[in-house]
């Protein structure tokens, strides 16, 4: 039976809408019609005049709901997951497995494959973050994981059916010619948790290195004669950069700068969550070590931050209240940008006909109402 939802502001991925019926059927969108042309056998759900938005895509979701990916490396631990930020708008994610052994990047595969072929399910494929990454910006990832690239680790990362994989490497750390290998391969290549140069970027870019994985963070920053892996993120015009706009992780003036110095589309947000997010835990454990949420930060026992406490909804809200954003700009950053990082907005990050009908529905104050994920309802 098709579903009509009515009484809302529209966003459709680029322009605002009033006095419009989204009709959906079965996982799609069929339809965006005027009130007066809608058939009074469809069944209609009144938003009350909140929002209505494109679903929500987290790139970069390390855990949630109270799992980390790489300790519950299995369908149900990504499940449990994708329940705790779809509270928060998110329709679709990647899950994101930190620098770890074999053993546990093969599990985290099998995981996503049982689960991604079922657009219900809201994962949209894996990302890894490491192993491959250079020591002395390794961050919070365990340095004794942190391991020079194998063959072993590219047939994980070029196994079937993983939906869009995405990988963060350090690319001063690969042999030449591996990213370009990975990249014919269709897998999204990052830079992050890297020491390298400009010049070294620049190849990178030149092999077929899509983006920056949380722009400014762990990687080497700009200087006058030096511009570093930020520098070569904000002079490309045609790669993609993730932030996180928590207050914690960047400066709000730095992350202006950088909406300022890319292209309009080449600036997503992301999360890079920990398993507090949808929990009140006040701690957990991140391989051995311990550590501590307090006043929306995730940091060690030496104040070493270690992802973040921060969701897609608050992520939107930061990017108008601390940023500037255009509300408009800021959904885009959360829905259609990183769909076209993925190269899934042919049928994600926009309200069009023939899109499948992953939406959110939110009030004036950023508190999230309802979701549909390829059409199956949920609330907060």
């Not at 009709?23 to 056998?41: A, F, M, N, P």
């Not at 855990?63 to 519950?72: A, E, I, Q």
């Not at 909406?259 to 929990?279: E, F, H, Q, R």
């Amino acid at each position: 039976m098709r579903t009509a939802l009515i009484n809302h502001h529209l966003f459709d991925g680029e322009v605002w809408l009033d006095d419009r019926a989204v009709v959906l059927d079965g996982q799609s969108i069929v339809d965006i019609t005027s009130l007066q042309s809608l058939s009074s056998e469809v069944g209609c759900i009144d938003l009350g005049g909140q929002i209505l938005a494109p679903g929500f895509i987290d790139v970069q979701v390390n855990g949630g709901g109270g799992v980390l990916f790489n300790d519950r490396p299995d369908a149900e631990g990504i499940r449990t997951i994708v329940k705790a930020h779809r509270q928060f708008g998110t329709t679709g994610l990647l899950p994101t497995l930190i620098t770890d052994d074999l053993k546990t990047m093969a599990a985290s595969a099998d995981a996503v494959r049982e689960l991604v072929g079922n657009p219900a399910e809201g994962v949209l494929g894996i990302h890894f973050e490491g192993p491959y990454l250079n020591r002395h910006r390794k961050g919070v990832h365990a340095e004794n994981m942190i391991r020079s690239a194998n063959e072993e680790g590219f047939e994980i990362y070029l196994t079937d059916s993983l939906g869009v994989c995405v990988v963060t490497v350090a690319p001063e750390t690969l042999d030449d010619g591996s990213i370009q290998r990975l990249a014919a391969a269709g897998i999204k290549v990052c830079a992050g948790h890297t020491a390298a140069t400009y010049e070294q970027i620049a190849a990178a870019l030149d092999e077929g290195l899509t983006g920056f994985t949380h722009l400014f963070n762990a990687m080497t920053p700009v200087e006058s004669r030096a511009p570093g892996v930020v520098g070569a993120a904000l002079d490309s015009k045609t790669s993609w950069c993730g932030v996180i706009v928590d207050g914690h992780h960047v400066h709000p003036a730095s992350l202006r700068m950088a909406l300022n110095a890319k292209p309009p589309g080449k600036i997503m947000l992301v999360t890079d969550a920990m398993p507090s997010v949808g929990t009140e835990i006040g701690e957990f454990t991140l391989q051995g070590r311990t550590v501590t949420v307090r006043d929306g930060r995730c940091v060690t026992e030496d104040g070493t931050l270690a992802g973040s406490d921060l969701d897609m909804m608050s992520a939107v809200r930061n990017s108008v209240n601390m940023l500037g954003c255009k509300l408009s700009e800021a959904l885009r950053m959360a829905s259609l940008y990183p769909a076209a990082f993925l190269g899934l907005d042919n049928r994600l990050g926009r309200i069009l006909s023939g899109f499948q009908a992953d939406l959110v529905a939110f009030d004036q104050e950023f508190k999230v109402t309802r979701t549909w994920t390829a059409g199956n309802p949920g609330t907060r």
